[in-house]
């Protein structure tokens, strides 16, 4: 134990020989650390902002709807518009067995509906929809329950509103399951309560901020017949949902006489694909800010190496007395290194607590005040402050091998002459 202080005491003793040059050469290091810990940390708060963005929705889900057609087929002429069908939802779960849940949506937009309690108003997009498209868009229930099959079957006049329409309408009711709102003259019974943690927007309006109901009500109160605004599916876990996507495009083909090669009669959007997009992305982000950041950590590294081989030189007598007196390569090499590595972590665990304080700082006093920004919780892992340790050792090491080399080249006797 004695000896390890002493070891200790005379690295100290070294490094403080000459203050301004350790703490110079020691900032490359701190400075490598530190903005490495800021790089890495803002990539992943755009990834976590992301994922959050998306959570609440199956990754292996697409949206499909309707567009004119732009070829003309079977007599029928470019532009002609048509929309999906009720009847089109049985066609495509017997003919497509890949598909898990596949539910219809009709969506009215918010200026066309004026939602009213008792004494409030708003406008409020509204949606039809099936009960299995809580598989497809997660309900996060803060009361109620959500549409079911007797709702779909019997027409039912009742909604699931979102948290947003519930404090617009019911200011003073913090539960305001089984009140009534008025839909285009209709009174509605509400029978839950819903939010999405999702940024993204289905029939332009998040969750939160939209009316659900029936969507077999819907229609017959809008006087849409069998019209299908949106499908929405999934694919089975197996199966890529690119596939599900392309086959429902096939069959409504198919199934409205639209020319095999029209593209453009059909919009969709793949969460998977665009999962995958922004995972390639990522990745790409992640190797260019570990290449930066460790250019920016060598250059310090190279640094802490000059400075020992200077340490070297100057202490060239010192080095020479212990050879003649009988100190071992071994010693002499670990003397070395051990310097070199105590400088790095030195320098470069002050630059990891740096960095991790100021994304502490402005994840509390700026991001958490933005709202619906994909930027979230700036953070590096514990695995990733673990490596920069162990990064920190090995650079120290490195940094240390080529002055801890020409000192075993130095002769005692050459060495106790030099003056």
Not at 72 to 84: K, L
Not at 91 to 111: C, K, Q
Not at 232 to 256: D, G, N, Y
Not at 270 to 280: A, D, G, H, Y
Request: with cysteine.
């Amino acid at each position: 134990m004695d000896n390890l202080l002493d070891r200790f005491e005379e690295i100290w003793m070294t490094i403080s020989r000459n203050k301004i040059r350790s703490l110079i050469t020691a900032f490359g290091v701190f400075w490598g650390i530190f903005m490495l810990t800021l790089m890495i940390g803002t990539g992943n708060g755009i990834q976590r902002g992301f994922e959050r963005g998306i959570d609440g929705f199956a990754g292996n889900s697409c949206f499909i709807g309707s567009l004119p057609t732009s070829i003309p087929y079977q007599g029928f002429q470019r532009g002609r518009e048509w929309s999906i069908q009720n009847q089109d939802l049985r066609v495509l779960t017997d003919a497509i067995p890949e598909i898990d849940f596949l539910s219809p949506m009709v969506v009215v937009p918010m200026y066309l509906n004026n939602v009213t309690s008792t004494d409030r108003t708003g406008t409020f997009p509204v949606r039809g929809v099936y009960p299995n498209y809580a598989n497809i868009e997660r309900q996060n229930l803060t009361g109620g329950r959500f549409i079911n099959d007797f709702d779909i079957l019997q027409r039912r006049t009742v909604a699931v509103i979102g948290t947003r329409v519930a404090e617009e309408l019911f200011p003073n009711n913090n539960t305001p399951i089984g009140e009534n709102i008025r839909i285009g003259g209709v009174n509605y019974q509400v029978i839950g309560i819903t939010y999405g943690l999702s940024d993204i927007t289905v029939g332009g309006s998040r969750l939160e901020d939209a009316v659900i109901l029936p969507l077999t009500t819907l229609q017959q109160l809008n006087n849409l017949g069998d019209v299908i605004h949106i499908l929405a599916a999934t694919a089975q876990s197996h199966i890529p949902v690119s596939f599900v996507e392309e086959r429902i495009k096939e069959e409504l083909r198919m199934l409205h006489n639209i020319h095999p090669s029209d593209t453009r009669a059909l919009w969709s959007v793949n969460l998977e694909e665009e999962f995958n997009v922004f995972t390639n992305l990522f990745l790409g982000i992640s190797i260019l800010i570990w290449i930066i950041g460790s250019g920016t950590l060598i250059a310090g590294v190279m640094g802490i190496s000059n400075i020992m081989l200077v340490t070297v030189k100057e202490r060239t007598r010192e080095i020479g007395i212990r050879r003649a007196l009988g100190a071992t390569p071994r010693t002499i090499i670990s003397q070395i290194l051990s310097e070199s590595m105590i400088l790095s972590l030195f320098a470069g665990i002050p630059g990891l607590c740096a960095g991790v304080y100021v994304l502490l700082l402005a994840d509390k006093h700026w991001i958490q005040h933005l709202d619906n920004v994909f930027f979230y919780r700036p953070m590096i892992t514990l695995d990733v402050a673990i490596l920069y340790i162990v990064i920190l050792v090995v650079c120290g090491t490195l940094a240390g091998a080529f002055p801890a080399n020409r000192a075993l080249r130095i002769k005692a006797i050459d060495a106790i002459r030099e003056e």
